[in-house]
């Protein structure tokens, strides 16, 4: 492919002049960074797009989770299909021009890049440059569901401790839970390279419902063990402040009689054995 010096329309290598303004070869060759030729750079980390190429061609860089970062100069007009798509840990890309184009799903699934953050192409920009697929986003939101769980359980564990009750079990919950979220994040950067299965997330589905009906029967004991407590506590009172005024005072001297029979029996039993 050449683009036109004069009208910058893009054409087939074929042709020896442009179809659109009839300017014979006035054209620049376009050198397109290929996946063949980006492997042989070995470009890792932090890379920089070499001067000889204007255009990161289809899937040069795809599923790559060594780069990130990536600078590109300002002869770069073009970004092809899926030319970053899976790169998970890039985070930041730099320019220095502005692109004719950035093709469909050409930064797909890069987990750590933020849309927000880079300039859109002044040309065209596919809408779905940086689409991030169904199963990715539903796996954040299992993500976040067994999130929640750790939360709830949490909760309940300080409701336990404030009730002095045995906590083991739900510690051990957390943990699990915690385990679990690990796992879910390592499987969803997997998706997003193209190296774990889809069908996967149906099972990881079915364990985020398991914990979250867990957790709910959990909340539901803590709570009505709570309930029972503070039923208990309101009861105990309850029957004293039913009394009346007479029958308090009868039983706060009927305590006081008890308290000081005690303190002079014992006394007495003190004197006794100094004598004796």
């Known amino acids: ?14 042709e020896k002049f442009c179809p659109v303004c009839d300017k014979s070869r006035q054209y620049s060759y376009v050198m397109t960074l290929t996946k063949k030729r980006a492997d042989k750079l070995g470009l890792t980390g932090e890379i920089v797009v070499p001067k000889d190429f204007n255009v990161i061609g289809k899937g040069a860089f795809k599923s790559r989770a060594d780069i990130t970062a990536v600078i590109l100069h300002s002869g770069v ?11 998970v840990n890039l985070k930041e890309v730099k320019c220095e021009g502005e692109f004719a184009s950035i093709s469909s799903k050409a930064f797909a699934n890069c987990l750590s890049l933020d849309p927000k953050n880079y300039p859109s192409a002044t040309r065209f920009t596919a809408k779905d440059a ?13 993500i976040t ?13 300080l409701s336990q401790e404030n ?45 985020v419902s398991s914990e979250v009906g867990s957790v709910d029967r959990a909340e539901e004991e803590e709570t009505s063990a709570a309930h029972e407590r503070i039923e208990r506590t ?20 009927f305590a006081i009689g008890i308290a000081v029979g005690v303190v002079l029996a014992t006394l007495i039993t003190i004197l006794l054995v100094i004598l004796l």
């Open 1 to 14: 492919m050449w683009q036109c010096k004069y009208c910058d329309s893009w054409n087939s290598d074929e």
């Open 77 to 87: 007009t073009k970004i092809e299909q899926e030319a970053f798509s899976g790169c």
């Open 130 to 142: 940086f689409f991030i697929n169904a199963e990715i986003s539903r796996m954040d939101k299992l």
């Open 145 to 157: 569901s067994l999130n929640k769980c750790v939360q709830r359980y949490q909760k309940i564990k």
């Open 163 to 207: 009730r002095g009750a045995d906590t083991q079990e739900t510690q051990d919950k957390i943990i699990a839970i915690t385990e679990k979220i690990s796992e879910a994040e390592t499987y969803k950067i997997n998706l997003a390279q193209g190296m774990a299965d889809p069908y996967n997330i149906v099972l990881y589905a079915a364990i």
């Open 234 to 253: 309101i009861g105990t009172e309850s029957k004293y402040s039913r009394l009346t005024p007479k029958s308090k005072r009868r039983i706060r001297n």
